[in-house]
């Protein structure tokens, strides 16, 4: 699976977007960009996943380059609830065997 | 549903000897997965399984083992503890393997081992 480079650590404003970028140079044409996020002490939670176009859910909007060789997470608008270390894991083939990495963490800050 | 649970919460367990982590899920999942987290790092995969029956190796599968006899469970057994398995363990299923399938974790196990 492709290597992922994310920032160890981001701040945000309370109520503002926060966004969360990820470089996967490597990538190859049948591998995902998942995003899992772990808030202090608890078991990842996944927030969404794509191949190649924008992804949008009821968490988050996932903006994948055309190129793919990188993406954002975008928290439209943050609260102190979503401070957590965020995970960008590229995989392909099956969603298991998921390699965690070191994440960013982003604080949300009032 | 309870989605994944794990027994016990915390354990304090002493070099050599053995317990065994439990994980349920009640989703009726195919895969499960064990990984454990150390401080500061990501997660890394331990122990696999596809289906009742069948288990695979992750990353670090020294040390522990796992048996899949039914769709619910799947424990984790440390055989013979080692201060190098002083982690937090966590438990993840989800529906199949495909690619588009989410996981779900479990609220995790912190084990120290003196």
Same mark, same amino acid.
């Given at each position: 699976?492709?290597?992922?480079?994310?920032?160890?650590? %981001?701040?945000?404003?309370?109520?503002?977007?926060?966004?969360?970028?990820?470089?996967?140079? =490597?990538?190859?044409?049948?591998?995902?960009?998942?995003?899992?996020?772990?808030?202090?002490?608890?078991?990842?939670?996944?927030?969404?996943?794509?191949?190649?176009?924008?992804?949008?859910?009821? %968490?988050?909007?996932?903006?994948?380059?055309?190129?793919?060789?990188?993406?954002?997470?975008?928290?439209?608008?943050?609260?102190?609830?979503?401070?957590?270390?965020?995970?960008?894991?590229?995989?392909?083939?099956?969603?298991?065997?998921? =390699?965690?990495?070191?994440?960013?963490?982003?604080?949300?800050?009032? | *549903?309870?989605?994944?649970? !794990?027994?016990?919460?915390? !354990?304090?367990?002493?070099?050599?000897?053995?317990?065994?982590? /439990?994980?349920? /899920?009640?989703? *009726?999942?195919?895969?499960?997965?064990?990984?454990? /987290?150390?401080?500061?790092?990501?997660?890394?995969?331990?122990?696999?399984?596809?289906?009742?029956?069948?288990?695979? /190796?992750?990353?670090?599968? *020294?040390?522990? *083992?796992?048996?899949?006899?039914?769709?619910?469970?799947?424990?984790?057994?440390?055989?013979?503890?080692?201060?190098? !398995?002083?982690?937090?363990?966590?438990?993840?299923?989800?529906?199949?393997?495909?690619?588009?399938?989410? !996981?779900?974790?479990?609220?995790?196990?912190?084990?120290?081992?003196?």
């Amino acid at each position: 699976d492709a290597k992922t480079t994310q920032p160890p650590s %981001m701040d945000c404003a309370e109520g503002r977007a926060a966004n969360l970028p990820c470089n996967h140079s =490597t990538i190859s044409g049948n591998e995902y960009v998942y995003w899992y996020r772990q808030i202090h002490s608890q078991g990842p939670q996944y927030i969404i996943h794509g191949l190649k176009n924008n992804e949008t859910n009821e %968490m988050a909007s996932l903006i994948i380059t055309e190129d793919r060789k990188s993406s954002t997470l975008i928290l439209p608008h943050a609260t102190l609830r979503d401070t957590a270390v965020y995970y960008c894991i590229v995989s392909g083939g099956s969603n298991y065997k998921l =390699t965690f990495g070191k994440g960013t963490l982003l604080t949300v800050n009032p | *549903n309870a989605g994944v649970t !794990q027994t016990p919460k915390f !354990q304090v367990l002493k070099t050599g000897q053995s317990m065994t982590l /439990q994980c349920a /899920q009640d989703m *009726n999942h195919e895969y499960m997965s064990w990984y454990r /987290q150390d401080p500061g790092m990501g997660l890394r995969l331990i122990h696999y399984s596809v289906g009742a029956g069948i288990t695979d /190796q992750g990353e670090v599968p *020294n040390g522990y *083992n796992v048996s899949r006899s039914t769709t619910e469970d799947f424990p984790l057994r440390l055989l013979s503890a080692a201060p190098s !398995q002083t982690s937090v363990y966590f438990c993840a299923s989800s529906q199949t393997t495909g690619t588009t399938d989410t !996981q779900y974790f479990g609220p995790g196990t912190r084990l120290t081992v003196l």
